[in-house]
């Protein structure tokens, strides 16, 4: 895999456009897939996955042939998931209080919002439940969550992808499943 | 509230990481098989993460490559000229632009009519351009197909285009004196004021000028 993936790369390095396109057809799912766990939204996984592919073109004299192709992508396509997300978040004060709502502030006011009633959770098909409970991960857990148990990387590539120390990568691993493990309670 | 949980809790995270050593794994599963609330939240830890891996895999919709394709800048940045000037029409505009305007400069250098920069107190006699001796020019003076004769002082650059430049002793020149005589000189000096002129506006300079080198 990764040697026939050097192979396109280097003709990439020449000038050759359509092997590029093998490259894409090659890591489209599984690009496609983190960004989709990430962000939540099928239109936002699509812009944000391609590009990602777009970055790694643009860059890729840049790229290091001893090392993964996958891990470097992944990151470029993190990376922009991280900023999209961040981007999203209004930016004033999450803990000032809302005007004309005495003792409550912004988190419980998106706690209201976020959360869904139990009895909605109960009604979730599988598939969106999983997502659901991905989606109210904070979002240096998720990254590590989807990364460890959706994509099942071992700990070191997630430490090289998201350019985290590995006991970092295991801390955020521990409380990731701390927190999965208390929103879900006992199913 | 179980005080043994503080220290279980990392031999149960260590054991989902298979980073857990022998002995370590035999403590736990011996704490596990008599501590109810310890065995309660191991199960809880492995539900949660084994509920995730029933996600199905989820694939790029129809057309996502082709998308990419299309969002590629069209240029790698090593392109040739050739495709350059054929991708920018804009770029060959220019540099036609500067070809043509090359020959105009040219007929121009030809054109003998003598001409200099309107200055006060310069004397003109014939075309011979005089100044004067114990007199001041505050400014440039550019003289075209005739001669300059300098007694007193200039204040600024005196630049001689096709024509001879005397100096007396007691002339004085502030800025750059130039004489400019060869029609090579006289194009490079006439395109160096024109560009001078042109950069601030123009956006494609430094592609513009990297073609014209080629020509
Ligand atoms: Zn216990």
Same mark, same amino acid.
């Given at each position: 895999m990764d040697e026939l993936v050097n192979k396109r790369i280097n003709e990439v390095l020449k000038g050759n456009h359509e092997a590029f396109e093998e490259i894409v057809t090659m890591f489209q799912h599984r690009l496609y897939q983190v960004c989709y766990r990430m962000l939540g939204n099928r239109q936002e996984a699509e812009d944000i996955a391609q590009e990602a592919f777009v970055r790694a073109y643009v860059n890729i004299h840049t790229y290091d042939q001893k090392r993964k192709f996958s891990t470097w992508l992944f990151r470029i396509a993190t990376n922009l998931c991280i900023d999209r997300i961040r981007k999203k978040k209004p930016d004033y004060y999450l803990d000032a209080e809302v005007p004309g709502t005495e003792g409550l502030n912004m988190y419980s006011q998106i706690a209201a919002t976020g959360d869904l009633p139990e009895e909605e959770v109960e009604k979730m098909e599988t598939q969106e439940r999983i997502q659901y409970e991905i989606g109210r991960l904070p979002d240096k857990y998720r990254s590590v969550i989807i990364l460890r148990?959706? @994509? @099942?990387?071992?700990l070191q590539e997630i430490s090289d992808i998201l350019e985290l120390p590995l006991g970092t990568v295991k801390t955020r691993v521990h409380r990731g499943r701390e927190a999965l493990r208390k929103q879900m309670g006992n199913m | 509230m179980n005080t043994c949980r503080e220290s279980m809790i990392h031999y149960m995270h260590a054991y989902l990481d298979g980073d857990i050593s022998r002995d370590e794994e035999r403590e736990l599963k011996e704490h596990l098989a008599v501590c109810p609330s310890c065995k309660e939240m191991m199960d809880e830890l492995q539900s949660a993460v084994s509920f995730l891996q029933f996600a199905e895999p989820v694939k790029a919709p129809e057309g996502f490559v082709s998308g990419v394709m299309d969002r590629l800048p069209k240029e790698k940045p090593k392109a040739g000229i050739h495709r350059l000037l054929r991708r920018h029409p804009l770029i060959a505009a220019a540099a036609m632009f500067i070809i043509l305007m090359s020959a105009t400069l040219f007929s121009s250098y030809n054109n003998q009519q003598f001409s200099v920069t309107k200055q006060p107190n310069l004397v003109i006699e014939g075309e011979t351009v005089v100044v004067p001796a114990g007199e001041t020019v505050k400014g440039d003076i550019v003289v075209k197909n005739g001669n300059i004769r300098i007694e007193g002082e200039v204040d600024g650059d005196v630049t001689v285009i096709n024509g001879s430049k005397y100096m007396a002793s007691t002339a004085i020149v502030t800025g750059k004196s130039e004489e400019i005589d060869k029609a090579f000189d006289w194009l490079w000096y006439k395109i160096k004021s024109t560009v001078k002129g042109l950069l601030p506006t123009s956006d494609t300079g430094k592609d513009g000028d990297s073609h014209t080198d080629s020509e």
């Open positions: 148990y959706m @994509e @099942e990387l071992p | -």
